[in-house]
């Protein structure tokens, strides 16, 4: 599956944005997908999470209560819904796709996820 991540930019502190990430692929329904987000000097860090069926998510702690992650199976989309941002959430974010049986836990590692996007940069201005 090919993934393309696309809606970051600039944004002053508590403000919004949606990011989405579109999927080619007629097997998009199969895998779970997850965001994960990279700053500057630092490793890329597990964001949200959602299950292939849309029933089942998790988040950072760090972004608990302010970002929700969705998906649409019959657009191939998920979507990451970022509300009340923080200087501490410029990022660059990634979305990712992995068939990992969550129901052991969900996958909070990079090394969890098979597929990847290109990654789009969302800066949030103090």
């Known amino acids: 599956v090919q993934l393309q991540a696309s809606g970051g930019g600039l944004v002053q502190a508590g403000g919004s944005l949606r990011l989405s990430c579109a999927a080619s692929?007629?097997?998009?329904?199969?895998?779970?997908m997850g965001w994960f987000r990279q700053a500057p000097g630092k490793e890329r860090e597990f964001v949200a999470f959602i299950s292939w069926s849309g029933t089942s998510t998790s988040y950072a702690d760090s972004v608990k209560g302010r970002f929700t992650i969705s998906r649409d199976n019959a657009k191939n989309t998920v979507y990451l819904q970022m509300n009340s941002l923080k200087p501490e959430d410029t990022a660059v974010y990634y979305c990712?796709?992995?068939?990992?049986?969550?129901?052991?836990?969900?996958?909070?590692?990079?090394?969890?996820?098979?597929?990847w996007g290109q990654g789009t940069l969302v800066t949030v201005s103090s």
């Open positions: 990712a796709a992995t068939r990992f049986p969550y129901v052991l836990g969900f996958p909070t590692a990079v090394k969890q996820y098979d597929y």
């Open positions: 692929g007629r097997t998009f329904s199969s895998y779970s």
